[in-house]
């Protein structure tokens, strides 16, 4: 059945059309606003796999077609991995989405979007989200939504619903909210040092603005949507369950009250081999079965010690954050470098400083990006005590990497007083708990330490809640196990003025404005804490940038001169950057930046493109090579590329019959510059200079 819909969010107007394209999926939907218009599909396998895990997967795809763009790429495709952009959305709307599926539900199921067309003022992720929540809602699919998803920005005090391209270049916020009918689900986004009330205030407003497409979705299943699959709950052997905690109650209690990371898991591990050896074969089906009743009986026991006794993992209170230790200039050569360690978790984070030529090139629909500030997070096994493949860069490693720097970006300087490409890597050595904020409060270290002139500090902190029944803790700076058993992880990265950026997914139903309130405000309390720690290893950015770092230079030349700069085909400035190692870039009006390894190669540079681009002056007396001799004078050059003439007048005080009888060619000799005509011809006098000496 055909069936097209539509309703206004943000003022402007958002169709949903089904029935039409992609028939055979199990849900299908077209999204679109303005311009902007995106297919979104979703198809589930009929058998359930028991992979322990749901087999989600959310693949988002630009088309370059879509914005009337071919690719760059050498095959003229889009081909190979996702880019960024791509991961990002793909994470957006697969993290509201997945807590959505009821327990037991373990068949392959797959959600593609295509954006068919790219309207340069509208963000496609957006539709995108709210097109996967439709097409699982009008689907077979037992998935138990809808949501719906809202961007907001924040300009001259006043939010606005979903702001368009431009709007947000004025924005001082760009955060993304999903959400269910009764709560916030999601939250991804950049602030600029906004407060606590703020940004509270507008996860709200997004909350409320978003909430038309929620009737829509649930209009439109009503009227077309497809009876849901039936989802058995998984079966629970009880009398199993029952023995299996009976004989693990002692040595749960080790495990629990065992703060080391590794100590746990070890005492876990020995746990689980008892409990399977002291069971009959014939009590139990699997290993498996057995491991997953254990382990929820681990998480039950955890939960009742936090919300209970008041008691957690590693003994700390709810807002307590574990011990913190900053290093920095711990790499020799780097030019900027920290280790940062907070509790079990460990970054060693480098800053590296470039030129404008190391900047980053991203093609994308709304065109090419140059981004001048790169933050790169890896997270290798070893860090978790674990072997695996290392195939470069996950969608997590992506994500966290775009969190923290987006935290960053806010207190970067921008590029006239300072115009360096910086590239952040953030190495995680070790992980029990949030190295993405480990990445931020690193990455900032790292910076000052690289000389960099960022406007403040910024730290970040993850927070947990545990919500059973009405009793609701929020826990301050999370361990990996309090994600893991946990309701919510909300990652919160900002300066001691305010909010820079933050990311919040949950697990239950989602969370109101009371309990969210109560985490930002934890939040700042944990954050000024780890702030304070890190001013203790420094507290400002270095007064000048690494002795190893490049040393930047600015000149300006006349913009007539650019071209023996460059030379034929570039050859000049290729031999010069080679002679001097030196990156030069010069711009259309004249402005020379010269980036070089060295201080001293960097003004022997500059003193050569002064000889070189230097304007005669008149009445200034240079040294110069005679080029010429005519009967009438000499052509002498006094700047590189700029040759004068000594008429034969000009040579003496007295009478001179040959113009050789005082220069030949090759002769160096001092002139003085007389004239400069209209058409540039310069007009010289040895005999000027001599006299100017006699002085």
Request: net charge negative.
């Amino acid at each position: 059945m055909q069936k097209k819909v539509e309703t206004v969010i943000g003022g402007r107007n958002m169709a949903f059309e089904t029935g039409k394209m992609a028939k055979q999926a199990s849900g299908s939907v077209v999204v679109t606003s303005g311009d902007t218009m995106v297919l979104v599909t979703a198809v589930a396998e009929k058998k359930s796999k028991d992979m322990g895990f749901l087999p989600l997967t959310i693949e988002y795809q630009e088309r370059m077609y879509a914005a009337g763009r071919i690719p760059g790429s050498y095959f003229r495709r889009e081909i190979g991995r996702p880019s960024e952009k791509e991961v990002l959305t793909c994470r957006l709307i697969d993290r509201p989405l997945r807590p959505l599926f009821p327990k037991g539900y373990m068949c392959e199921t797959q959600v593609i979007i295509t954006v068919f067309s790219a309207d340069q003022e509208i963000d496609p992720d957006i539709l995108a989200m709210n097109g996967a929540s439709t097409a699982l809602a009008i689907s077979d699919i037992p998935w138990q939504g809808p949501i719906a998803a809202a961007r907001v920005g924040y300009i001259d005090g006043d939010y606005v619903l979903n702001p368009t391209k431009t709007q947000l270049e004025k924005s001082d916020m760009n955060l993304v909210v999903a959400g269910t009918e009764k709560a916030v689900v999601m939250v991804e986004g950049r602030t600029g040092e906004l407060a606590e009330d703020v940004v509270l205030e507008a996860i709200f407003f997004a909350h409320e603005g978003m909430q038309p497409l929620i009737e829509l979705q649930n209009d439109l299943r009503a009227e077309i949507g497809k009876e849901k699959r039936e989802v058995a709950p998984p079966a629970v052997n009880e009398e199993l369950q029952a023995r299996v905690e009976k004989l693990a109650a002692a040595g749960m209690e080790d495990v629990v009250t065992t703060a080391d990371k590794m100590a746990r898991g070890d005492r876990y591990d020995r746990l689980k081999t008892e409990v399977l050896t002291a069971l009959d074969e014939e009590e139990y089906t699997s290993e498996s079965e057995v491991s997953e009743l254990l382990s929820a009986y681990k998480k039950r026991v955890m939960r009742a010690r936090i919300v209970d006794k008041g008691e957690r993992l590693d003994g700390r209170s709810f807002e307590e954050v574990r011990p913190i230790s900053c290093e920095v200039g711990v790499l020799p050569r780097a030019h900027g470098s920290a280790l940062f360690t907070r509790g079990e978790t460990q970054a060693m984070v480098i800053a590296t400083l470039g030129s404008e030529r190391d900047e980053q090139h991203l093609e994308g629909l709304s065109g090419d990006v140059y981004r001048r500030f790169m933050l790169h997070y890896n997270f290798p096994p070893f860090c978790v005590g674990e072997v695996r493949f290392m195939r470069g860069p996950s969608r997590r490693d992506i994500g966290h990497g775009t969190l923290a720097r987006r935290g960053i970006e806010a207190v970067l300087p921008d590029a006239d007083s300072f115009p360096y490409t910086m590239r952040v890597v953030s190495e995680v050595l070790e992980s029990n708990g949030s190295s993405s904020m480990a990445t931020v409060c690193g990455g900032s270290l790292a910076l000052m330490d690289a000389g960099v002139s960022i406007k403040s500090p910024v730290s970040g902190v993850a927070m947990g809640l545990i919500k059973e029944d009405d009793e609701v803790v929020v826990l301050t700076d999370i361990l990996g196990d309090e994600d893991h058993l946990g309701d919510m992880d909300f990652k919160v990265v900002g300066t001691r003025e305010g909010i820079t950026a933050l990311q919040m997914d949950i697990k239950i139903d989602g969370v109101d404005r009371e309990i969210m309130g109560r985490a930002l405000s934890q939040a700042r309390d944990g954050r000024l804490h780890i702030l304070g720690k890190m001013e203790e290893a420094i507290a400002s950015p270095r007064h000048d940038v690494s002795e190893y770092a490049p040393k930047y230079i600015t000149i300006k030349i006349h913009p007539d001169k650019i071209r023996d700069i460059i030379g034929p085909g570039g050859k000049i400035i290729r031999e010069m950057t080679a002679e001097y190692e030196s990156k030069i870039d010069v711009e259309d009006d004249g402005t020379i930046k010269i980036f070089s390894t060295s201080a001293e190669q960097g003004e022997a540079l500059v003193k050569h493109i002064e000889e070189m681009t230097a304007m005669p002056e008149i009445g200034k007396v240079y040294e110069g090579v005679v080029r010429t001799v005519k009967d009438f004078g000499a052509f002498v050059q006094i700047l590189p590329g700029t040759d004068g003439m000594v008429h034969i007048s000009e040579l003496k005080k007295e009478r001179v019959g040959k113009v050789t009888d005082v220069l030949n060619e090759g002769d160096t000799v001092r002139v003085k510059v007389l004239d400069i005509d209209g058409r540039g011809r310069i007009r010289l006098s040895r005999k000027a200079a001599l006299a100017e000496g006699e002085k």
